[in-house]
């Protein structure tokens, strides 16, 4: 079958596909759109052609590629799911074809004044979602084709899976600017002490809700918490970056471990309500002989020092923030002597499926020495963290000196 210009069908089709496949090989999605677009108004002989994405939130179609229509980008058009013609399109999942345009059937003014007559339109589909609409128009009357329909869900799929690594990208992008802000670059450097650290997500873009963070604080003790945001990915890690702030303020409110964590308990059901967390915070005395802990449902560290077995701290866990529940939260101290290591870790170190968590921890505390903090860490990422966890880990070591 040929159309107009003599060109076949499976021409076209073998154009299209071998553009948009070459564009998305370079993974550069604005080009990739604009020469989707390009193509598809040459080989449908269109006059405008348009990408409209759903933002899932608002329940909005919105322009995001143009081509003859780019005052609909310029103008920040939105067109709400249901109404309009792209509207309907996104709402019936079809294709649908508008031979004789008018003022009632659209919702963007820029499609009228255009002069646009005719309006050919298929959904754009992302894990069977329908993820935006690509449309076509014509300024002269026109019966779109079954042929046309077809080419046009062929570009509107190429668009779907554009779409899908714009998003992706913008997520990870996203995330990794959020680990970065967020966990330490650097731990900081304390005489008479020794740390180390590692953290590994459990999702794919490479941040979650588990976090460490380690400061200085006006009274000359060193703070170190550990914590973990229910939930996985960039939502969580949102989270626990407002809660990791709220902290630090919170340790210049007080010294105690209980109260800080009582405070932030009351940030949370209020401001975060439905975000369990779990945290362990503690602070180093300035003669770094003794340690003050306490829980929020979070594992109790490991401890050890030279001679002496590791296991676990004997200290109370109080319940998880979040909860709702009123009961005093409590402060444990603890001595720390000469050359003695203490190792924090969330759950996804020790938890798998198919595994009660007692015989995670107890391999984790068969792989503890007082050995340099950076080596301990080595050794229990090694030995317990690399059977392809789940979940996110986050571990934090630190060591007394000699003479401390």
Known sequence: MTFGGGMRDDE?????EAVTDAALSRLDVVDLLDELLERVRELLDADTAAIMLVDPHARQLIPTAAKGLEQE??????????????????????PVVLSEVTAADVVSPVLIEQGVRSLLGVPIFAAGEVVGVLHI?????????????????????????????????????????????????????????????????GHEFGIGGDWYDVFTLPSGR???????????????????????????AYTLVTDDPAEVLTLLDRKIRHFEAGNLTTALYATIAPDQRTVRLSSAGHLR???TAPGRPAELIDMPIDVPLGTGSTRARRTTPVDLPAEALMLCYTDGLVERRGRVIDEGIAALVGAVHAGPPDEV????????????????????????GRSA
Do not use: N, W
């Not at 980008?73 to 079809?94: C, K």
């Open 137 to 201: 128009g014509s300024c002269r009357p026109r019966q779109f084709s079954d042929d046309d329909v077809r080419l046009l869900q062929l570009a509107a799929d190429r668009a779907g899976v554009a779409g899908q690594i714009r998003s992706r990208k913008l997520e990870q992008t996203a995330a990794l600017a959020l680990q970065r802000s967020l966990l330490p670059a650097r731990l900081p450097a304390v005489d008479g002490l020794e740390l180390a650290s590692r953290y590994v997500p």
């Open 222 to 248: 060193l703070g170190l918490v550990i914590g973990d945001v229910s939930g996985h990915g960039l939502a969580s890690a949102v989270v626990m970056g407002r809660i990791r702030s709220a902290l630090r």
């Open 377 to 400: 860490c080595a050794t229990v990422m090694a030995r317990i963290g690399s059977d392809q966890p789940t979940d996110d880990i986050a571990v934090l070591a630190v060591r007394r």
């Open 301 to 303: 560290p490991v401890l």
């Open 12 to 16: 076209r089709l073998r154009r299209l």
């Open 73 to 94: 980008i310029r103008r920040g058009i939105r067109v709400p799911l249901g109404e309009g013609f792209s509207g309907h399109v996104a709402q019936v999942r079809e």
